[in-house]
């Protein structure tokens, strides 16, 4: 392998120093990213731009209080969302209850403990390949098995339990990916020092490894429950109901239930001129559910980086 020459070497560093000739390449390259970042922020102050009006004026004449714990109504000025949201919180509750310890402790096992053979070797690319399946596939295997197949007795059939299941199978490959990811972007130098101190393979992943990779893991974690949260498709063929319907209270995994991605998708096939206010609250209490989560998620992360 051809080395740098000193000269090169040494000219180049001069050339930096003195802020001499430019990297066309890169400037190129960060304007591009920059533009990306525009067009993205762009596209989501359009997306709320055009939710938030009437949805704004909904809530403030309303109440914001009045609309969260209002029970479906077949009347737009008086219904709504008290039972999306707790289909939504529990969802997202055993989501995280199954997916993250699953998820975190598959990664831990295949960057680890796993041997380099054609066996691990098929699991990894069966896992990420799984993160690409489109959600109505979660939906159908969740059918199969929670619904109508095996696990009927325990989950009830069509309920929030089956839901919470169904979308943990949906987003635990990206928590593994996204877990060993951050596992594998731990230094090597500091497992060698932790076995070079006579520290067990478990000593060193307990103590060094996953303290210094949880940033990242937990990272994964929010964007797999985010994503779970704004599925309608497997909730849909796991049994979740529009938005007609009674029960669905704090605690009841086996009954009715709906979730505020089924309440949305209902209420914006309703006449317009009614619904259209309401449809956009539902939207903007959606974003502010998964936004605190997200927050939650951020600030546990940034008190963990602190106390490492």
Not at 48 to 67: H, P, Y
Not at 211 to 225: S, V
Request: glycine residues 12%; proline residues 4%.
């Amino acid at each position: 392998m051809a080395l740098t020459s000193p000269e090169v070497t040494q000219h180049v560093v001069e050339s930096k120093l003195k802020q001499e000739g430019s990297d066309r390449s890169g400037t190129a390259f960060q304007v591009l990213l920059i533009s990306c970042l525009v067009i993205v922020l762009g596209a989501l102050v359009a997306l709320l731009a055009s939710v938030s009006g009437d949805g704004l004026n909904t809530l403030s004449s309303r109440g914001i209080a009045d609309f969260v714990l209002r029970p479906f109504s077949i009347r737009p000025e008086k219904t709504g969302v008290f039972q999306g949201i707790v289909g939504t919180v529990t969802t997202a509750v055993i989501v995280a209850l199954l997916a993250f310890p699953l998820g975190v402790a598959s990664a831990v096992y295949l960057e680890e403990y796993y041997h380099d053979n054609w066996l691990t070797r098929l699991i990894d690319t069966v896992i990420r390949n799984l993160a690409g399946v489109p959600a109505v596939v979660y939906g159908l295997l969740g059918y199969a098995l929670f619904v109508g197949g095996p696990f009927k007795s325990l989950t009830g059939g069509r309920s929030v339990l089956s839901a919470g299941l169904t979308l943990s199978i949906l987003v635990l490959p990206i928590v593994v990916i996204t877990s060993a990811e951050a596992i594998r972007a731990v230094p090597k130098s500091l497992r060698e020092g932790g076995y070079g101190v006579g520290a067990t393979r478990w000593e060193v992943t307990k103590t060094l490894v996953l303290p210094n990779a949880f940033g990242g893991i937990l990272t994964g974690t929010i964007l797999g429950l985010a994503r779970a949260l704004g599925e309608a498709a497997p909730l849909i063929l796991v049994g979740a109901n529009t938005s007609v319907f009674s029960g669905g209270g704090w605690g009841d995994l086996t009954g009715s239930f709906t979730a505020m991605p089924m309440i949305i998708s209902d209420w914006s096939t309703r006449p317009a001129a009614k619904w259209n206010g309401v449809t956009q609250a539902a939207i903007l209490v959606t974003l502010l559910i998964v936004l605190g989560i997200n927050t939650v998620g951020i600030i546990l992360r940034n008190r963990f980086d602190k106390k490492k």
